[in-house]
Structure formats: C-alpha cells, structure tokens
C-alpha cells in the first residue's frame, strides 16, 4: 500500500490497476469501461446529489450520498448499507466482526479546472513535479475530500476509487499528449516490475499500447469541454488572474493518510501557493516555482469536440 503511493509507482500502478479492474469487469458486461469523475469542473458544489446527473444522486444511476452523521455509513443510492457491504478482509487483518458498509464525509472543494489546467502546463522536463503535484495536491487532496472509506487504507474498496482514478490518469494521459516529450517523460531509472505485478513502468506508459494489446482513449466530458478550449487558450498569466474561489488544500489527515514526508508536504503547500487563485494567496517566490509553458497550449484533438 505504501509503495505504490510513492512517486516511481504511483502513476504506472494506478494506471495499470485500473486497466485489470476494467478488464475483469468485461467478463460480466463486455462493453464495460471505466468512467472518470471531473471534480475540477464541479469544484464549487462537488457532492451535489439534486439533479438525476448528479453522481452523488440516489437513484439507481447514482453513486449515492454522503454518509450519516452517526456512522458515516451510506444510506441512499445502490451502495447504501442496507444493500451493499465493502469486500471482506483479507485473512490475517485485523479482525473486524460482520459486513462493513461503505463511509463518506463530504468536505470541502477539490481543485478547480484553472488549477488541473496549470498542472497541465509543466513542462515536458519537469515531470517529477507534475507528478508530484497530480499526486498530492489533485488526487491526495480528493481522496479525503470524500473521506470515509475513500481516505483509509481500504479505499480502493469504495466504488468511487475507481472514478476518481480515472480522472488522475486522464490527466496524466491529457499531459501526455502535448508532446513526445511529455509521453515519454516518466523517472528514467525505475526497472523494477511494479509491486504485486510481473510488469514494468515502461509498459503502461504509452496509452495507445497497454499490456494485452490495448489502447486506451478518454472521451473528454461534456461539461469540461465547454471550459477547456476557453482555458487552453490563455497564458499562463492569464489563468493566474482569473478571479476564482479558493479550494481545498492538503490537511492532517491527508497528510497522515498518505504517509507524506515532510519534504513532501513542504513541496505540495509550496505548488497550493502557486495553484489557489491569487487573490487568496501571495504568489510563491520564483526558487521554489517548477518551470510553466507559458504560452497557450496548442490546438488538439479535444478542443475540436463538438
Ligand atoms: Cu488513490
């Protein structure tokens, strides 16, 4: 669990995790692929469950809700308690007697399209802080801003660890796109086979070449794509000034969760500095800035999307 939250394993892991998750769910319904939920487009109001749309919405379609006040344990939606219990254990946990029922407790807003859109613009030879910043301030940060099952040891147990995954490696995959040099950008000395797995990094670094054979493509959503194109076409500086409000940063319990070290956590309050909208924040001091493309970026294929 620990090692692949670290940085030579994170991305590659997840990604290849997420491809055996959906090819397992193939065998039930071949025409299965797993979504991803953009939180960065409902940053202001993300765990709204009024409209049929919603993820969070209790019908049927739904994720369902947040958890009750009293046990933090799901009540509405196919997942609620009454329904629905997490896998059991693995032999030799520690014991914990009968189902255990699925928790939330929204808090909070995840970063927002300008901050993914900054991310986005790291350069190609910068991508040990791309990493670090998709790891700890996008998706560290939103693991426990639905807290619950989703910021414990058991998170990949809540069927939403699955969507918000996705999304992390779309954005990986967004990043990649740029250029082969952003394709190809991964740490240069990790040759080991990811733990628990007979496949190297490498491997699942090119989308359009997974192991088995597969190509993966996301679909951009509908909702970015009517903020995306706008975004892309800024300056860097342009976005910096785009009045917003400000989002969650990393906090203790994310923190202790995610077993950061302290160098870390100095790294990821010093890119929340540079991520928040500047009105809330002074802008970081240049030493600590990681290198930004500061033109737009340029015309591809999604911002084509009708
Ligand atoms: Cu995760």
């Known amino acids: 669990m620990k090692r ?5 394993h994170f991305l590659s892991w997840h990604r290849y995790y997420v491809l055996l998750y959906e090819n397992l769910l193939r065998r039930v319904d071949c025409h299965f692929t797993v979504a991803y939920w953009d939180w960065s487009v409902v940053s202001s109001n993300p765990f709204s469950t009024a409209n049929p749309q919603d993820l969070w919405h209790s019908a049927n379609t739904g994720f369902g809700g947040n958890g009750n006040n009293l046990t933090d344990c799901v009540q509405t939606g196919p997942f609620r308690e009454s329904e629905w219990s997490l896998v059991p254990l693995p032999a030799g946990s520690p ?15 995840p970063p927002d399209a300008v901050a993914v859109q900054e991310v986005l613009r790291i350069t190609a030879g910068n991508f040990t802080d791309f990493e670090l910043m998709l790891r700890l301030n996008l ?22 660890f699955f969507l918000h995954h996705g999304f992390i490696d779309k954005i990986w995959a967004d990043w ?13 000395n990790v040759n080991v086979v990811m733990p628990g797995t007979q496949v190297y990094p490498r491997q699942v670094v090119d989308l359009a070449s997974q192991p088995g054979g597969v190509r993966v493509e996301y679909q ?19 976005l ?5 409000r400000p989002f969650s940063g990393i906090n203790e319990k994310t923190i202790k969760m995610f077993h950061l070290k302290p160098s870390e956590v100095k790294r990821a309050k010093e890119f929340e500095k540079l991520l928040q909208p500047l009105n809330s924040y002074a ?4 030493n600590s800035s990681p290198s930004f493309d500061e033109e737009p970026l340029g015309l591809n294929s999604e911002m084509n999307e009708k």
């Open 176 to 188: 990649q796109k740029k250029s082969d040099a952003h394709k190809n950008a991964f740490f240069p």
């Open 240 to 244: 910096h000034h785009i009045p917003r």
């Open 139 to 160: 998706h560290d940060v939103v693991h426990c801003l639905i807290d619950g099952t989703m910021c414990s040891l058991d998170s990949a147990a809540a069927p939403e």
């Open 283 to 286: 802008r970081g001091d240049e």
């Open 220 to 238: 951009p959503s509908r909702a970015a794509s009517n903020v995306l194109p706008l975004l892309r076409g800024l300056s860097l500086s342009a």
């Open 4 to 8: 692949i939250h670290e940085a030579t």
């Open 95 to 109: 014991p914990e007697p009968g189902p255990r029922c699925l928790e939330r407790i929204f808090n909070g807003n």
